[in-house]
């Protein structure tokens, strides 16, 4: 991608391209189907705005976000694709949601009786959410298909869609082709080793989905959308896809299945500047808690990059990074807007050279997945955390398209 040296402290470039691209795989995976982009929490720290505008010049007709006004957001600068909230709102937000045609998740018969309080003379379009086994929000699978009915009928509501969340689909127990047989390889070799009871939950959730939907087809209870299938299940379930599926991490270019080799471009890179380069003296600490202490005469280098932008403490004396093409070895307690990198061994570093923190630097790569597996946690929480300080820079097609600081936006 072209230079975009402004002096920025930190920067994240976003290159949707490659979310395009693995929207591309979406399709792949479940022909047919419709897809329910999710773009909440910021397009998973993405942005929602530029990957919605990708992803609906794309092709994509749906959308999803957990808060009103993730969902209003979108409507306000002219997202003019389904919009669905995944997360009960307040009643407060009720008419103007329905005004911009967005629908709501109805997740028991108190929210539904609330909705139509709210809605006035709206007519609302929901999406009923069961609860066949993740214990989260839902109505309960066991006696769902009466109140379903009761809901359907109701004249504030436009049914539009019955779905369902997996609570296991992206452990690497097993994958399902669409014949029935299992993947040999690794994950075969897991299955022989572990057992099926991942994937046995899986199917039971779906089977419990379904035994629903067919007692609600015997009473003439027609939904059109019918989605179950997260990126894992997308990828590892095809009998789940149902009438459309819901891709979240595996658009920004992470595989929650890791040793599945479906093709995914990663589409995010994180780079900090190097602020202040340090000579220490064998034996001398750094940082707070004096934590790390020198083995030799060493060479600090400072960079822009802290807890307060995202970046997790626990990843503390484990943070790979690279700088000038070779790996650096983080050492001190990461500080709120700061760390430290021990570049002795690096030569030529200076002020304002950046350091990579995910991304690529010469023929060296560091992935989303290497930190989240250093820090104890996930790929999702790694994108999430990325704060509003840390500016975004988006590309199409090798150019520099858009640049957005959300402080300058406040």
């Not at 092709?59 to 669905?84: C, D, M, W």
């Not at 939950?201 to 089977?207: D, G």
């Not at 067919?214 to 896809?241: F, G, R, V």
Request: aromatic share 8%; charged share 20%.
């Amino acid at each position: 991608m072209e230079n975009n040296d402004k002096g920025w402290r930190l920067l994240a470039e976003i290159n949707l391209d490659n979310i395009v691209f693995n929207f591309r795989q979406v399709q792949i995976c479940a022909p047919g189907c419709e897809i329910c982009c999710v773009i909440k929490a910021n397009a998973y720290g993405h942005g929602a705005l530029p990957v919605a505008r990708a992803l609906a010049e794309a092709g994509a007709k749906y959308f999803a976000v957990a808060t009103p006004e993730e969902a209003l957001q979108l409507r306000r600068h002219g997202v003019e694709q389904n919009i669905l909230l995944l997360c009960p709102p307040d009643t407060g937000f009720v008419q103007e949601l329905a005004k911009e045609g967005i629908a709501l998740t109805v997740n028991s018969v108190q929210t539904a009786q609330e909705y139509a309080l709210a809605a006035g003379h709206s007519r609302l379009k929901i999406h009923i959410k069961l609860d066949t086994g993740m214990a989260r929000l839902g109505l309960p699978f066991k006696n769902a298909v009466e109140s379903i009915m009761a809901i359907a009928a109701h004249p504030s509501f436009e049914l539009e869609g019955l779905y369902t969340h997996f609570s296991a689909a992206d452990e690497d127990a097993i994958i399902i082709a669409k014949d029935g047989k299992r993947m040999e390889g690794m994950l075969g070799h897991y299955i022989a080793t572990q057992g099926l009871s991942e994937n046995d939950f899986t199917n039971t959730q779906m089977e419990r989905f379904l035994a629903v939907l067919n007692e609600l087809q015997k009473q003439n209870i027609h939904i059109p959308l019918l989605h179950c299938a997260c990126s894992a299940a997308i990828i590892a379930y095809p009998h789940t896809h149902a009438t459309m599926v819901r891709p979240g991490i595996m658009l920004y270019g992470s595989n929650p299945l890791g040793s599945h080799p479906l093709p995914l471009k990663p589409a995010l890179s994180l780079r900090a500047r190097v602020v202040q380069i340090l000579e220490i003296k064998q034996g001398e600490s750094v940082g707070y808690g004096r934590t790390w202490y020198a083995f030799r005469d060493s060479q600090i280098a400072t960079i822009s990059l802290g807890y307060g932008d995202g970046l997790t403490r626990f990843l503390s004396g484990k943070l790979p990074v690279l700088i000038r093409g070779q790996k650096a070895r983080q050492v001190g307690r990461i500080c709120m807007d700061m760390c430290m990198l021990d570049v002795t061994d690096i030569a030529g570093v200076t002020v304002g050279d950046y350091a990579t923190i995910i991304g690529e630097d010469g023929d060296l790569a560091i992935s989303v997945e290497q930190l989240a597996e250093a820090a104890g946690t996930i790929a999702y929480e790694i994108f999430c955390a990325l704060g509003l300080r840390v500016p975004r820079a988006y590309y199409r097609h090798n150019m520099l398209i858009e640049e957005v600081n959300y402080l300058n936006l406040l």
